[in-house]
């Protein structure tokens, strides 16, 4: 398929700037992928469309502040998102300008500095911040907020989900954005299970599809967890007739990675590259809510491949008629 077939317009003025107060007062397309019926909500109502014995995953991944800003030796600004932790003070990571960074130069970043010691693809860099820890490294770092938000958000802790626990995403799991405390506790005292996994979120969360067909288009992998219990409450809920609902893109790709490699889902863990577009069997999971996509998005190619690519469009269309705000920070749809 053509990525051109997953393109579509959208106004500028649609793209969410802050996220929404409370974060459950967002609103809530309802899609049913069998009539093709569209249903306009409040997030806080998801409660209305999930039984008893469904059970609900969530990606607890926590956003690490990756990006940092500093200058060369020679004085020149210069930007680097830290992707993939190689050892104790030595990153991968993006740099801006890509073209005047080189091995050898030395990078300053508030009280921390690092050497460039090798070029891999693309933008990337080996960096070494001479035995600097973790902890060092993030005290100067901020959160990689994707480049079409305009202005650092005053509170950074509403780009992480509620329920966010280790640390290791680039980029926020976002369709757990919209989930309160109060709101899982509703779920819970509705016989909703609720459980998580662990995804962390790469930099691929930030690569276009530069392909002209969506089957050249090559993944970076992501690394992935899934407990011994969460397996087991989701296997138990199939069994039951129960269905699944994943929260966000990235529990869709981690159930479907390891229901691909074991044929249901174990406690696992490891590396995943999972590409998903249509056509696609997915054996998992029943039910998805999700945020609206970047046109030409991995993203949308997913979202296409479990709701028909045609009504994903369609209802598109009708957010955009109806002016929902759209990406990380904006409203979301339930995909039933």
Known sequence: MKVSEFD????????????AV??????????DRKSGALEHRIF????????PGDVVVLNNSRVIPARLLGIKETGAKVEAVLIERLGRGLWKAIVRPGSKIKPGNELLFG?????????????????DFHGASDEEIKKSGLLA???????????????QTVYSRPEGSVAAPTAGLH???SLLERLAGNGVA??????????????PVKSEMIEEHKMHGEYYTVSPEAAETINKTKADKGRIIAVGTTTVRTLESIAARHGSVVSDSGQTSIFIYPPYDFKIVD???????LPKSTLLMLVSAFAGRELILSAYREAISSRYRFFSFGDACLLL
């Open 145 to 159: 907020i994707p480049p079409y938000i305009q202005t650092y958000p005053e509170n950074p802790e509403s780009y």
């Open 44 to 51: 806080a109502e998801i409660v209305e469309f999930l039984n």
């Open 194 to 207: 609720v459980e998580f996994i662990t995804l962390h979120v790469g930099i691929g969360t930030f690569r």
């Open 287 to 293: 039910s998805l809510v999700t945020n609206f996509h």
């Open 179 to 181: 989930f309160t405390e």
């Open 111 to 127: 009280e921390i500095s690092c050497r460039v010691i090798e070029h891999c693809e693309d933008s990337g860099r080996i960096l």
């Open 8 to 19: 579509y317009y959208l106004p500028e003025e649609l793209i969410a700037q802050e996220p």
């Open 22 to 31: 409370p974060r459950d007062s967002s609103r809530l397309l309802v899609v």
